[in-house]
Protein backbone atom coordinates (compact mmCIF):
# COMPACT_ATOMS: atom_id res chain seq x y z
CA UNK A 1 0.00 0.00 0.00
CA UNK A 2 1.29 3.44 -0.65
CA UNK A 3 0.63 6.41 1.42
CA UNK A 4 0.21 10.58 0.83
CA UNK A 5 -0.61 12.68 4.22
CA UNK A 6 -1.77 16.18 3.72
CA UNK A 7 -3.68 18.71 6.00
CA UNK A 8 -0.65 20.10 7.44
CA UNK A 9 0.13 23.67 8.00
CA UNK A 10 0.77 27.13 9.97
CA UNK A 11 -1.57 27.49 13.27
CA UNK A 12 -1.33 29.17 16.66
CA UNK A 13 -0.73 27.66 20.34
CA UNK A 14 -4.67 26.39 20.75
CA UNK A 15 -6.09 25.57 17.49
CA UNK A 16 -7.27 22.30 16.05
CA UNK A 17 -6.06 20.67 12.60
CA UNK A 18 -7.09 17.72 11.07
CA UNK A 19 -4.63 15.40 9.00
CA UNK A 20 -5.48 13.25 6.62
CA UNK A 21 -3.77 9.73 5.09
CA UNK A 22 -4.97 8.41 1.42
CA UNK A 23 -3.67 4.91 0.72
CA UNK A 24 -4.34 3.45 -2.72
CA UNK A 25 -4.71 -0.60 -3.05
CA UNK A 26 -7.33 -2.45 -2.58
CA UNK A 27 -5.99 -3.98 0.87
CA UNK A 28 -6.36 -1.48 3.01
CA UNK A 29 -8.44 -2.99 5.67
CA UNK A 30 -5.60 -5.34 6.05
CA UNK A 31 -3.44 -2.71 7.64
CA UNK A 32 -3.34 -0.97 11.18
CA UNK A 33 -2.17 2.63 10.98
CA UNK A 34 -0.18 4.65 13.53
CA UNK A 35 0.75 8.39 12.92
CA UNK A 36 4.27 8.91 13.85
CA UNK A 37 6.30 12.43 14.20
CA UNK A 38 9.59 14.31 13.83
CA UNK A 39 10.55 16.90 15.10
CA UNK A 40 13.60 19.27 14.23
CA UNK A 41 17.12 17.54 15.71
CA UNK A 42 15.27 14.98 17.15
CA UNK A 43 13.98 11.12 16.69
CA UNK A 44 11.06 10.20 15.01
CA UNK A 45 8.16 9.35 17.46
CA UNK A 46 5.25 7.04 17.82
CA UNK A 47 2.04 9.51 18.58
CA UNK A 48 -1.28 7.27 17.79
CA UNK A 49 -2.44 3.71 16.61
CA UNK A 50 -5.78 2.78 15.32
CA UNK A 51 -6.40 -1.22 14.51
CA UNK A 52 -7.71 -2.62 10.59
CA UNK A 53 -11.14 -2.17 11.87
CA UNK A 54 -10.80 0.91 14.02
CA UNK A 55 -12.15 -0.82 16.99
CA UNK A 56 -9.14 -0.27 18.76
CA UNK A 57 -6.49 2.98 18.99
CA UNK A 58 -3.71 4.14 21.03
CA UNK A 59 -2.23 7.08 21.82
CA UNK A 60 1.63 8.52 23.09
CA UNK A 61 0.99 10.25 26.59
CA UNK A 62 2.25 13.44 25.07
CA UNK A 63 -1.01 13.90 22.92
CA UNK A 64 -3.64 11.65 24.63
CA UNK A 65 -6.66 13.46 25.28
CA UNK A 66 -5.75 15.98 22.78
CA UNK A 67 -5.55 14.15 19.15
CA UNK A 68 -7.75 11.39 18.03
CA UNK A 69 -6.76 8.96 15.07
CA UNK A 70 -9.75 7.71 13.24
CA UNK A 71 -9.95 5.67 9.54
CA UNK A 72 -12.64 5.16 7.21
CA UNK A 73 -11.96 2.05 5.28
CA UNK A 74 -14.65 2.66 2.31
CA UNK A 75 -12.22 5.63 1.72
CA UNK A 76 -8.63 4.08 2.06
CA UNK A 77 -8.18 7.09 4.85
CA UNK A 78 -6.88 7.43 7.58
CA UNK A 79 -6.98 10.57 9.77
CA UNK A 80 -5.45 12.76 12.78
CA UNK A 81 -7.61 15.39 14.25
CA UNK A 82 -5.13 17.33 16.60
CA UNK A 83 -6.72 19.90 19.33
CA UNK A 84 -5.45 22.75 21.75
CA UNK A 85 -1.99 21.69 19.36
CA UNK A 86 1.27 23.35 21.44
CA UNK A 87 4.61 24.41 19.77
CA UNK A 88 5.77 21.30 21.24
CA UNK A 89 3.95 19.57 18.67
CA UNK A 90 5.86 20.85 15.83
CA UNK A 91 6.75 18.18 13.77
CA UNK A 92 6.71 16.90 10.35
CA UNK A 93 3.99 13.97 10.81
CA UNK A 94 3.89 10.40 8.87
CA UNK A 95 1.13 8.31 8.26
CA UNK A 96 2.31 4.50 8.50
CA UNK A 97 0.79 1.09 7.55
CA UNK A 98 1.62 -2.44 8.97
CA UNK A 99 0.16 -5.74 8.36
CA UNK A 100 0.36 -8.29 12.01
CA UNK A 101 0.60 -5.73 14.34
CA UNK A 102 -0.86 -6.63 17.22
CA UNK A 103 -2.21 -3.99 20.17
CA UNK A 104 0.72 -3.98 22.25
CA UNK A 105 1.72 -0.57 22.41
CA UNK A 106 5.21 -1.90 22.37
CA UNK A 107 4.67 -3.30 19.05
CA UNK A 108 2.55 -0.65 17.68
CA UNK A 109 4.26 2.31 18.65
CA UNK A 110 7.74 0.24 16.70
CA UNK A 111 8.68 1.87 13.71
CA UNK A 112 10.13 -1.22 12.11
CA UNK A 113 6.95 -3.05 12.58
CA UNK A 114 5.42 -1.11 9.36
CA UNK A 115 5.67 -1.90 5.93
CA UNK A 116 4.95 1.59 4.43
CA UNK A 117 5.38 5.26 4.89
CA UNK A 118 3.99 8.54 3.74
CA UNK A 119 5.50 11.62 2.57
CA UNK A 120 5.43 13.10 6.13
CA UNK A 121 3.17 16.66 6.08
CA UNK A 122 4.70 19.61 8.04
CA UNK A 123 2.87 20.92 11.35
CA UNK A 124 3.97 23.92 12.29
CA UNK A 125 2.63 25.98 15.77
CA UNK A 126 3.43 29.30 16.95
CA UNK A 127 3.38 30.06 20.41
Known amino acids: VQLQACGGGLVQTGDSLRLSCVAS????????LSWFRQAPGKAREFVAHITRTGATTGYADSVKGRFTISRDNTKNMVYLRMNTLKPEDTAVYYCAAGRGITTNPVAYSRERNYDSWGQGTQVTVSS
Open 25 to 32: GRTFAAYA
